[in-house]
């Protein structure tokens, strides 16, 4: 079992920046990839970023290429998701979520789809003003 808690949501504007952080417990963290998606009102949850066991690998949606990074730290057991140049479009709920690969460093392109995870967080509210 791994439990999920992100923070550092909240309201910014358009072109400003936010820093969400998830921090885990339970299981050995370094087992998991770790991602990120997010949900509006209305739309189903997308993904949005996914980073490796060792923090090596990563992989972005094209919507947020090049705006937000994702990275973690094993021994703190954190993964942040910096948000830069945020748009009106960026605005949801953020959900981490932790996906088994028994802590081997795989090759992330499949780990956009929400049923590759096996635990959620609760989620945060990002708000971007235009």
């Known amino acids: 079992q791994v439990q999920l808690v992100e923070s550092g949501g909240g309201l910014a504007q358009a072109g400003g920046s936010l820093r969400l952080s998830c921090a885990a417990s339970?299981?050995?963290?370094?087992?998991?990839?770790m991602g990120w998606f997010r949900q509006a009102p209305g739309k189903e949850r997308e993904f949005v970023a996914v980073?490796?066991?060792?923090?090596?690998?990563?992989h972005l949606a094209d919507s947020v290429k090049g705006r937000f990074t994702i990275s973690r730290d094993n021994a703190l057991k954190t993964v942040l998701l910096v948000m830069d140049s945020l748009k009106p479009e960026d605005t949801a709920v953020y959900y981490c979520?932790?996906?088994?690969?028994?802590?081997?460093?795989?090759?992330?392109?499949?780990?956009?789809?929400?049923?590759?995870?096996?635990?959620w967080g609760q989620g945060t509210q990002v708000t971007v003003s235009s």
């Open positions: 980073v490796g066991v060792t923090g090596r690998r990563t």
């Open positions: 979520g932790a996906s088994d690969v028994g802590g081997r460093d795989v090759i992330l392109d499949n780990f956009d789809s929400k049923y590759e995870y096996d635990y």
């Open positions: 339970g299981r050995t963290f370094s087992n998991y990839a």
